[in-house]
């Protein structure tokens, strides 16, 4: 099975540079997400690691280090319209149906 | 555009009454999920399906069923048997593997009055 571990809220100030942190225990790693969820509404999918290292998507980026268990997002300039949940989610390996297993979320308040 | 379709958005639930949640793609996605999500809390796989005529149980199946008919649609039914049906469901389905994350449909509000 999985255990994922994210903080649960984070506050940062328009602008500014954040980092959320995600460990994860696993039996069969193949693959982490993070996705964004604003309040009321779905999920989002913003980025997939399967190798180590940084994936770089414009204002988002993710790392992962496979033998720490260990990912982080990185946004860079936040805009008040990054409040929201991030969910850090890990596929499994065990089967070829892709299912993932997803954290409790971290809820990001940016202020002015 | 391609996406998925959940329906309804939000749904009544009278106690001992089963009812059934819509989820339609069109991007051609062979595998297909069913997530249930409670306030403050992340997601919790409830079933899901590979391909046509399979579909598995996830860590919570209990109270729920599928069936997948055609490659496009994935309907949950919440049964009677669910004690606890209110929740946000979610509908997901994804590429094949190593192509990116999932795609979520709107979600179903359900509430048992």
């Known amino acids: 099975g999985q255990n994922i571990d994210q903080p649960t809220e984070m506050t940062a100030t328009e602008g500014a540079i954040v980092q959320i942190n995600c460990t994860y225990q696993t039996s069969g790693f193949n693959g982490l997400f993070w996705y964004q969820q604003h309040a009321g509404e779905a999920p989002t999918f913003l980025s997939y690691n399967v190798l180590d290292g940084l994936e770089e998507k414009g204002r988002f980026s993710s790392f992962l280090s496979r033998s720490k268990g260990y990912s982080y997002l990185l946004l860079k300039e936040l805009q008040m319209k990054d409040s929201a949940s991030y969910l850090c989610a890990v596929r499994d390996r065990s089967t070829n149906a892709g299912k993932s297993t997803f954290g409790d979320g971290t809820t990001l308040t940016v202020k002015p | 555009d391609g996406g998925i379709t959940q329906s309804p958005k939000y749904l009544f639930r009278k106690e001992g009454q089963n009812v059934t949640l819509s989820c339609e793609q069109n991007?051609?996605?062979?595998?297909m999920y069913w997530y249930r999500q409670d306030p403050g809390q992340g997601l919790r796989l409830i079933y899901y399906s590979q391909i046509v005529n399979d579909f598995q149980k996830g860590d919570i199946a209990e109270g729920y069923s599928v069936s997948r008919e055609k490659k496009e649609s994935f309907p949950l039914t919440v049964t009677s048997a669910q004690k606890n049906p209110t929740a946000f469901y979610l509908c997901?389905?994804?590429?094949?593997?190593?192509?990116?994350?999932?795609?979520f449909g709107s979600g179903t509000r359900l509430t048992v009055v």
């Open positions: 997901a389905s994804s590429p094949p593997q190593g192509l990116g994350g999932y795609t």
């Open positions: 991007l051609n996605h062979d595998a």
